[in-house]
């Protein structure tokens, strides 16, 4: 059975650090681009970090850049996202995706995990 689980998301306070993961199984991990993506509340999900299928490209958006490191470990099946200086408008729900093409557009991405919030707030 295909699956994406996120773990790690949580409460944290302005200035902190988290780092998630979004454990594959099911599928060709290593054929696959990665995103992660978030969606506050009342807001359109939006893209945040991509990686490619080798992890050599990555993307990030410029909310973000800086900030946020985007890593995969193709041996572990897992892409993890690490979250420094969080703000509170990086609070949502964050989720990992699939797609066969690296930083395509949300549409293209065909597996979705179940997410995982992250609260910024003091």
């Known amino acids: 059975q295909l699956q994406l689980v996120e773990s790690g998301g949580g409460l944290v306070q302005p200035g902190g650090s988290l780092r998630l993961s979004c454990a594959a199984s099911g599928f060709t991990f290593a054929n696959y681009a990665i995103g992660w993506f978030r969606q506050a509340p009342g807001k359109e999900r939006e893209g945040v970090s991509c990686i490619s299928e080798s992890g050599l490209s990555t993307n990030h958006a410029d909310s973000v850049k800086g900030r946020f490191t985007i890593s995969r470990d193709n041996a572990k099946n897992t892409v993890y996202l690490q979250m420094n200086s969080l703000k509170p408008e990086d609070t949502g729900v964050y989720y990992c995706?699939?797609?066969?093409?690296?930083?395509?557009?949300?549409?293209?991405?065909?597996?979705w995990g179940q997410g995982t919030q992250v609260t910024v707030s003091s």
């Open positions: 995706a699939a797609s066969g093409r690296f930083c395509g557009p949300l549409v293209e991405y065909d597996y």
